[in-house]
């Protein structure tokens, strides 16, 4: 079936320090959205994209728009409270449900 | 905002007792889900519903059913609950923007553990 593969599965970065996160499509997807879950447990939506790119503080996220193939989130000068695990969920052609990858844990180091 | 309220926060239930987790939005969203997050799975859809009275099966819907008696509030039931079912349970909700996907709420999550 249609799949999400999210890379890296773990990072770990020092305050200040520039990331990028990558979710692979294996096919076409209409949308992804872009999700934070914190050591709680508690999930945020961050970005939905169909197309293009969209911005918010130090958070940019990028919707491959020829192919619809993959998407990615960068992280400019991650602070501490960017620890957490991020998803990416995408919603194939003709359906909208949505298919989740299995996130990224992001450790923010002092 | 649209805020989505789950419980029990946590529970724990024994094999073979009945579990209903409850889940209530008030932004009055058509749509409401549940999904379970287990290591490594990222999230899987059990069931979802698109309105009152409406349930429909999601990826992973053997052993649960759902219940969405209004539009505020959409309920998971574990009739006869097993151990794989330890796992943490979220509710979502959203609204359908035309063609395009919905940005979806997200309540806090149960956490469950069958012994």
């Known amino acids: 079936g249609d799949q999400v593969e999210q890379s890296p599965s773990a990072l770990s970065l020092h305050e200040g320090t520039d990331s990028a996160l990558r979710c692979n499509f294996t096919?076409?997807?209409?949308?992804v959205q872009w999700f934070r879950q914190n050591s709680r447990g508690s999930l945020i939506s961050l970005f939905y994209l169909a197309s293009g790119t969209k911005e918010n503080g130090r958070l940019k996220s990028a919707f491959d728009s020829k192919e619809r193939r993959y998407s990615t989130l960068h992280i400019r000068d991650a602070q501490l409270e960017d620890s957490g695990t991020y998803f990416c969920?995408?919603?194939?052609?003709?359906?909208?449900?949505?298919?989740w990858g299995s996130g990224t844990k992001l450790i923010i180091k002092p | 905002e649209a805020a989505v309220t789950q419980s029990p926060r946590n529970k724990v239930a024994v094999t073979g007792g009945k579990v209903t987790l409850s889940c209530n939005q008030t932004n009055n969203h058509n749509n409401m889900y549940w999904y379970r997050q287990d290591t490594g799975h990222g999230l899987r859809l059990i069931h979802y519903?698109?309105?009152?009275?409406?349930?429909e099966k999601g990826d992973i819907p053997d052993g649960y059913k759902a219940s969405r008696p209004s539009q505020e509030n959409f309920s998971l039931i574990l009739e006869l609950a097993t151990p794989s079912q330890t796992s943490v349970y979220f509710c979502a909700s959203g609204e359908t923007g035309g063609s395009s996907a919905e940005t979806l709420y997200f309540g806090s999550g149960t956490r469950l553990t069958v012994l």
């Open positions: 096919t076409t997807m209409r949308s």
């Open positions: 519903s698109y309105g009152a009275g409406s349930t």
């Open positions: 969920a995408a919603e194939a052609r003709g359906n909208y449900q949505l298919i």
